[in-house]
């Protein structure tokens, strides 16, 4: 099923919409979307995942570089993750340091 | 089931977690905890292919075997890399788990999940070969 990702920014924000199976092949394009987001210093980083059916590692290790590359004033919401990937999501703790909603509501 | 061998890159990670996808589905296991043998298995391979071939010649394989046996489907990874039994690394704690990503090290938290997603791991040196074994009982009663 592979992997796919987009990027929309919008005011203050940016969206990337993880789509497939995010394992350590697919990992380096989350890296490359994140840094390329970065650059335009966002208040609001929204991962989109409710069509992400498979989540490796690799892919939390993503995350924790986007919690250390934006800064601690940017808050992280991830939105939509559901079963395996939301218990592998809290199972790692990822809970205690971003927002992890159903669906987008900036807090 | 027949052994599939593949070379050892990250690309055939998904043909990995597609085989051991197969091998629960024929043992009657049900959709999570397919789920979370294929992610241990990818996160084993993961490692394998990463750290234990990081210097190998391109024909390098990683190769998975499963066994469907009345109670239990064993899933076996088997390379040629250096030895290296997961079990010895030190693996993430509650504290290191509640910690904030801004401290977070990176270590160990994919063999943390493949240890807590399967219902036995284990490693042998056999031969020159790593063997890492994944168990996951067939608690659904299929008949045989």
Redesign the interface.
Known sequence: MGFSISVEDGQGEATITLTGELDAAAAPQFKEAIEKVAEAKPQRLILLMDQLEFMASAGLRVLIFARQKMGAGVSLYVVGSRGPVLNTLKMSGFHHSVYLQDTYSPE | MDKLSLPAV??S??EL?RYARDAAARAGIDA?RS??L??AV??IA?NI??YGYKDAAPSAAIAIHGVITADALVVTLEDQAPAFDPRGRQLPDAA???????E?G?GG??I??AI?GVDRFDYRREGGRNLNIFEMRRDHGTAH
């Open positions: 990250l690309d990670l998904a977690r999570d789920y979370q294929q992610l990818d996160e993961t292919i990463s290191d788990l509640a910690r904030p990503l801004e977070r990176i938290l994919g943390y999940l807590q």
